[in-house]
């Protein structure tokens, strides 16, 4: 559950590692939503600190049902940096990932991940 | 917060990166609770309901296995035959670089992935426009979603089993899909690229 004011942690390979979120669509974001962010912490990479990008949300501390019955929760709230087009900024994608995101239209951060769940 | 790293579910794949939680749903304490008439009419049917299934498998205890087996052979060759068919549409219209990649055993979500190389905006709505059909008219296999050709060289489409990459060559060499699936088995193909590479080589030399 990301609302504006949320920090998330970048999982990717893109240089940022912290990121704030500054507006999501609805009231909350969950997994495989695009949200806008604001860049907090970064190295050396394709983006830079202060820096305004589009991000999906990959992994919340809030649970996601599953209609198997299943639930799914992580640790963090992490997201995966897209541009405007929707193509991941990094070139791979470091952390989890679930299959929401296929239903999503996500499907090129999921070709990039190799923790699929 | 102190962040938790324990693992609630019994999944040995999540205990090495132990960020995640998972758990499937409360039935057994569901269970523990007094039971309503109709709780305990649906658990009445649910236990007839398995005697009679355990009953019918005494006797066929071989056939749903190979069944199953046969199911999944004919599944897979349903699958590497259209994604074989994709291919020859790709190289029909002049795509580089066609690579098959029978990805089953390297991830879950797919079985067969196919990635080729195009070079302009065109050419890309050219190869979309014909696998679209090609799966619709032929294979019966419907997108739920349309590619539009506006997403900046990749386009993706997901027919379940198999995925196709269509990317530019600048996309290709800066995400390296084939590096990061380098685990899976090449499959190969009824064509010849290469043949195909020379003649547009010496056709364009002539010019």
Not at chain 1, 12 to 24: L, P, Q, R
Not at chain 2, 59 to 81: C, F, I, L, M, W
Request: with cysteine.
């Amino acid at each position: 559950m990301i609302i504006d004011g949320t920090r998330l942690v970048v999982t990717d390979n893109s240089g940022a590692k912290e990121v704030e979120c500054i507006k999501t669509r609805g009231r909350f974001a969950s997994i495989g939503d695009v949200i806008t962010c604001s860049v907090k912490k970064a190295i050396k990479g394709k983006v830079s600190q202060g820096q305004v990008v589009k991000a999906v949300v990959v992994e919340t501390k809030k649970e996601v049902q599953r209609k198997d019955g299943s639930v799914i929760k992580f640790d963090k709230n992490a997201c995966v940096l897209v541009n405007q087009k929707g193509l991941p900024i990094g070139t791979r994608v470091l952390g989890f990932v679930t299959h929401e995101l296929r239903a999503r239209q996500m499907m090129k951060v999921l070709s990039l991940a190799a923790r699929v769940f | 917060m102190a962040s938790c790293t324990r693992v609630l579910s019994v999944q040995p794949a999540l205990t090495a990166g132990s960020a995640i939680h998972s758990k499937p749903c409360a039935r057994a304490a569901l269970l523990q609770r007094p039971q309503c008439p109709r709780q305990q009419r649906r658990a009445a049917v649910a236990a007839a309901l398995s005697e009679e299934q355990q009953g019918g498998r005494a006797q066929d205890v071989q056939q749903p296995a190979v069944a199953a087996s046969s199911n999944g052979a004919e599944a897979e060759d349903d699958s590497r035959d259209f994604a074989v068919a994709m291919a020859k549409i790709a190289w029909e219209t002049k795509a580089e670089d066609i690579l098959l990649l029978h990805v089953a055993p390297v991830v879950y979500w797919t079985r067969y992935m196919l990635i080729c190389s195009v070079f302009s905006r065109p050419q890309l709505n050219a190869v979309l426009g014909k696998m679209t059909k090609e799966a619709a008219e032929v294979h019966g296999r419907r997108l739920s979603v349309n590619p539009t050709g506006t997403a900046g060289g990749w386009e993706l489409m997901d027919w379940g089993d198999v995925v196709v990459h269509v990317m530019t060559t600048e996309q290709r060499e800066y995400y390296a899909l084939e590096d990061f699936y380098g685990a899976a088995e090449e499959v190969s193909l009824p064509f010849d690229q290469s043949d195909e590479a020379a003649a547009v080589d010496s056709w364009s030399k002539k010019l």
